[in-house]
């Protein structure tokens, strides 16, 4: 297979890798949750959750036998992860080799993420005293008024 159409298969399944002699190679970066910037923006139950999904890509992806340890992994993270199904497995570790740390958690987990990290649309996110107060000011004149 030649360079060109080793990426661009690759890039048909949405994998971001290395493909060479069949077989894809994927960064160990992605699979490093916990380097990722909003790794402490995240709740303790996020944080929890990411690592595990991490660990079960590491551990899958460097498995001979799929199979087993696909089942191996489904009964150690049980208590965390609740039941997951086989398909819920491939899905969510596909994700963790594309996005990373956004592979690895839920979409509202990372907006509550980014939010503490940068406020609101990119302001820090402490809105000073002074602005607080002529906000109040003004909300209070204008509510409750008469038409």
């Known amino acids: 297979m030649t360079g060109q159409a080793s990426f661009f298969l690759t890039g048909l399944t949405g994998l971001k890798g290395l493909a060479m002699g069949g ?11 916990e380097l990722d910037p909003l790794w402490p923006s995240l709740s303790d139950g996020a944080r929890e959750e990411a690592s595990a999904w991490a660990d079960i890509a590491r551990r899958m992806g460097s498995a001979a036998d799929k199979g087993a340890e696909l089942a ?5 993270y049980s208590g965390l992860l ?8 491939y899905r969510r570790i596909g994700g963790v ?27 820090d996110p402490a809105l000073p005293a002074g602005f ?15 038409a």
Request: net charge positive; charged share 25%; glycine share 20%.
């Open 82 to 89: 609740g039941r997951v199904g086989r398909g819920t497995v």
């Open 23 to 33: 077989e894809t190679k994927y960064s160990c970066e992605m699979l490093r949750v």
């Open 72 to 76: 191996r992994c489904r009964a150690d």
């Open 97 to 123: 080799r594309r996005l990373g740390l956004e592979g690895a958690v839920s979409k509202a987990e990372l907006r509550r993420a980014r939010g503490s990290a940068v406020g609101l649309h990119g302001a």
């Open 132 to 146: 607080v107060a002529w906000w109040g000011g003004c909300a209070g004149r204008t509510s409750g008024g008469s």
